[in-house]
C-alpha cells in the first residue's frame, strides 16, 4: 500500500526566504506525482503535475522536482510571500495496467505554512 | 462548467438518516474521483469514475457508502443509516480522462452527524 510522508508538518519563516517542503513515498511505481495548495475553508488547488517521466516542473515562483526511484519529492518556493501561507499537500496517483493511465491519488497529511510579515 | 461544483456545501444530519452528495464535474471531463479529508489530513481516496463506469470502489469505508455517476456527469455519493464517524469533509475532483490526470477540486462538501 502507497504511504505519502511529507516533512516538515509546520512550517513558519519571515517574508522573503526561499524554501523546500519535502515528500516522500513508499512505492516508485507512480504514474505522476501532484502538489496542491489548500486555504482553510476551500478547496485544493493544483499547483503542479510531475509526470513520472519528468524530473522537474516550475510555475512562477515554485518549482518542483521527482526522483522516482528514492522516492522523493521536492517543492521550492522562492521569495515567499505572506499570500503563500496555507497548507501544501502532495499526492501521488499509481499506474494502472489495465488499459493505461491512473487511478486515484494517495495523499500525504500535508506542510502547514506560515510566511511571517 | 467552469469548476468542480459540489452541493450542499454544508449537511447537518441526524445519525440513521441517509444523505446524498453531489458533484458536478469541469464539463467534459472524463474521469471523476470522491475522496474524503478528516481534519489535520490530507484526503483519502474513496471512488473513482471514468464516464459512468465505477473503477474502483476499494476506499468506500463500508457497505452504507455508495456512488453513482448514472450518465458519465454527475456523481452522487450516498451515505446511508449515517453515523457520527461518517462526520467530514468529503471532496470530488475531476481530470481530463484517465491519461491526463491533472485533478481539479470543487470546494467540498463538510457533512456534520448529529
Known amino acids: 500500500k502507497q504511504e505519502v510522508t511529507q516533512i516538515p508538518a509546520a512550517l513558519s519563516v519571515p517574508e522573503g526566504e526561499n524554501l523546500v517542503l519535502n515528500c516522500s513515498f513508499t512505492?516508485?511505481?507512480?504514474?505522476?506525482l501532484q502538489w496542491f495548495r489548500q486555504d482553510p475553508g476551500k478547496g485544493l488547488t493544483s499547483l503542479l503535475l510531475i509526470q513520472s517521466s519528468q524530473r522537474e516542473q516550475t510555475s512562477g515562483r515554485l518549482n518542483a522536482s521527482l526522483d522516482k526511484s528514492s522516492g522523493r519529492s521536492t517543492l521550492y518556493i522562492a521569495a515567499s510571500q505572506p499570500g503563500d501561507s496555507a497548507t501544501y499537500l502532495c499526492?501521488?496517483?499509481?499506474?494502472?495496467?489495465?488499459?493505461?493511465?491512473?487511478?486515484?491519488?494517495?495523499f500525504g497529511k500535508g506542510t502547514h505554512l506560515i510566511i511571517q510579515p | 462548467g467552469a469548476g468542480v461544483s459540489q452541493s450542499p456545501r454544508y449537511k447537518v444530519t441526524k445519525r440513521g438518516q441517509d444523505v446524498a452528495l453531489r458533484c458536478d464535474p469541469i464539463?467534459?471531463?472524463?474521469?471523476l474521483y470522491w475522496y474524503r479529508q478528516a481534519l489535520g489530513q490530507g484526503p483519502e481516496f474513496l471512488t473513482y469514475?471514468?464516464?459512468?463506469?465505477?473503477?474502483?470502489k476499494s476506499g468506500l469505508p463500508n457497505d452504507r457508502f455508495s456512488a453513482e455517476r448514472p450518465e458519465g456527469s454527475i456523481s452522487t455519493l450516498t451515505i446511508q443509516r449515517t453515523e457520527q464517524r461518517d462526520s467530514a469533509m468529503y471532496r470530488c475532483a475531476s481530470s481530463l480522462d484517465r491519461v491526463s490526470t491533472e485533478a481539479f477540486f470543487g470546494q467540498g462538501t463538510r457533512l456534520t452527524v448529529v
Open positions: 469514475f471514468n464516464y459512468e463506469a465505477q473503477q474502483d
Open positions: 499526492a501521488v496517483s499509481r499506474e494502472v495496467y489495465s488499459g493505461g493511465g491512473a487511478d486515484g491519488l494517495t
Open positions: 464539463s467534459g471531463h472524463v474521469s
Open positions: 512505492d516508485s511505481a507512480i504514474y505522476n
